[in-house]
C-alpha cells in the first residue's frame, strides 16, 4: 500500500462547532488538511443549502420529517464539500499550469523542504515545454489535503419521537457516524471527548472501516488523546474488534486552552517523549489484538501492522516550536488551530470575533468570549 507524503507539515483542526465548518472548500485544494465537525446537523443542512447555491449544484432540503434526517444531511454536505473541493482543485492545478505568476505565488507558500517544491522551482527553470512538463509534474505530484470530521463522542444523546425512544443508532453521535460512512469522503473520523464504547463498538457496523485485500482502509481512525495510557487503552479497545486506529492526534490540557483534560497536568514535553520512545509499543500491541480479531471475523489479515501517525495540535506560537516537535518528537503532522481564526480565507469567523482576535492582547480569552456573547445576543435577539 503506497502511502503519499503529504504536502505540509501542519493541520487545521476542528475548532468549535463552525469554524472549520467549510475550511476543506477553502484551503484543501492547496493540500491542506483539515476537520469538519459533523455535530450540528441544523447549521450543516444551512451550509448544504448556502454552498449548493453558490457553486450552482441542486440542493433538496432534509427535513426533520425524513427518516434518518441527521445522519443525511451530515452525508448530502460531506458529498458536496468533496464536489466542491475536486472542482476546485482541478481548476487551481489548470490554473497553475497556465499562469507563471499562480505558479510563483503557490511555490512561495510550500515549506521550503517540500521535495515538490523542489521539482517545480527546476521544471520553472526549464523553459522549453514549460506548460506541459509542469501540468505532468502536478498530475504526478499533487493532491488534496484531507477532508477529516470530527465528532465529539461524549454527544451522543438519545432522541425521541414524541414520547418514544428511537434505537441507540440513531443518538446524535451514531448518527453522525453513519453520515460520515455514507458520504464520498475517503478520509478519517477524528474521535474526542473520550472513550464512548458503545459508539466504538459500532464501528464494527461498516466493513470501510476494516482493511481491504490490498490493505487499504476506505475510512480512517483518529483518536484524539492527551497522553499515552488513554492512547494505549482506546486503541487496543479498537483493536479487539479488528479495527486499526491510523492516527493518534495528542491535544495537552495544558497546553491548549480549549480544553481541560481530566489528566495529572502533564506538560507537552514528557506527553510527547512517551509516545516517541513507546510508538512501536503501541504499534506492536494493536497490531497483535487486530490480527486475532480480524481471523475470528474471517476477514483479511495484513500480515504487517498498518500505517500509524503521531500528531500534536494545541499551544503553537512560532514556526520554531512547530519545526522543534517535527524534528525532537518526531510527530507527522502539528496543528495550528487559533492562529487560523485570523485568516478569513481559512476559517469561518464573524467579524466582531475576528476584530477582537486581532485587537487581543493579554485578556485575550476574555475579550473572545465577550466579542461572542455579544453577538450570539444580537443575532438570537
Keep these: ?225 492527551s497522553d499515552f495510557r488513554s492512547a494505549m487503552i482506546q486503541g487496543n479497545f479498537l483493536a479487539k474488534k479488528g479495527l486499526w486506529v491510523s492516527e493518534y492526534r495528542i491535544e495537552s490540557g495544558l497546553n491548549c486552552g480549549g480544553h481541560a483534560f481530566a489528566t495529572e497536568g502533564y506538560l507537552l514535553g514528557p506527553i510527547l517523549e512517551e509516545f516517541k520512545q513507546k510508538k512501536e509499543q503501541l504499534i506492536q500491541s494493536a497490531h497483535e489484538l487486530m490480527v486475532k480479531a480480524l481471523g475470528q471475523k474471517e476477514m483479511h489479515v495484513p500480515e504487517q501492522p498498518l500505517d500509524l501517525k503521531i500528531t500534536f495540535q494545541g499551544g503553537i506560537g512560532a514556526a520554531e516550536e512547530h519545526d522543534f516537535l517535527l524534528d525532537h518528537y518526531d510527530v507527522d503532522s502539528v496543528g495550528w488551530g487559533s492562529p487560523f481564526l485570523l485568516v478569513p480565507e481559512a476559517t469561518s469567523v464573524d467579524k466582531l470575533t475576528l476584530a477582537s482576535l486581532a485587537a487581543a492582547k493579554v485578556n485575550l480569552s476574555r475579550n473572545i468570549f465577550m466579542s461572542s456573547l455579544a453577538f450570539l445576543s444580537k443575532t438570537f435577539a
Design 1 to 225: 500500500m503506497t502511502t503519499l507524503k503529504p504536502l505540509h507539515t501542519f493541520h487545521i483542526p476542528v475548532m468549535g462547532l463552525a469554524y472549520t465548518i467549510d475550511s476543506p472548500i477553502r484551503v484543501a485544494k492547496y493540500g491542506i488538511s483539515s476537520v469538519i465537525s459533523i455535530m450540528d446537523d441544523e447549521l450543516i443542512e444551512k451550509m448544504n443549502a448556502f454552498y449548493s447555491k453558490k457553486f450552482d449544484f441542486p440542493y433538496q432540503e432534509i427535513t426533520q420529517k425524513i427518516h434518518d434526517y441527521r445522519a443525511e444531511r451530515i452525508t448530502s454536505y460531506l458529498n458536496l464539500v468533496d464536489k466542491i473541493v475536486k472542482e476546485k482543485f482541478e481548476n487551481f492545478k489548470t490554473e497553475l499550469s497556465e499562469s507563471k505568476l499562480a505558479l510563483e505565488n503557490y511555490i512561495a507558500m510550500l515549506p521550503n523542504k517540500s521535495e515538490i517544491k523542489t521539482g517545480l522551482q527546476n521544471l520553472m527553470e526549464d523553459g522549453f515545454a514549460f506548460k506541459e512538463n509542469i501540468k505532468n509534474y502536478l498530475e504526478k505530484n499533487l493532491y488534496l489535503g484531507n477532508i477529516d470530521v470530527n465528532i465529539m463522542t461524549k454527544l451522543d444523546k438519545d432522541n425521541f419521537i414524541k414520547e418514544e425512544q428511537l434505537p441507540i443508532i440513531f443518538n446524535d453521535a451514531h448518527a453522525a457516524l453513519r453520515g460520515f460512512v455514507n458520504s464520498t469522503l475517503e478520509s478519517s473520523v477524528v474521535l474526542s471527548a473520550g472513550m464512548n464504547p458503545r459508539l466504538y463498538s459500532y464501528f464494527e457496523s461498516f466493513s470501510a472501516f476494516f482493511p481491504d485485500a490490498k490493505n487499504a482502509l476506505k475510512k480512517k481512525i483518529t483518536l484524539k488523546v
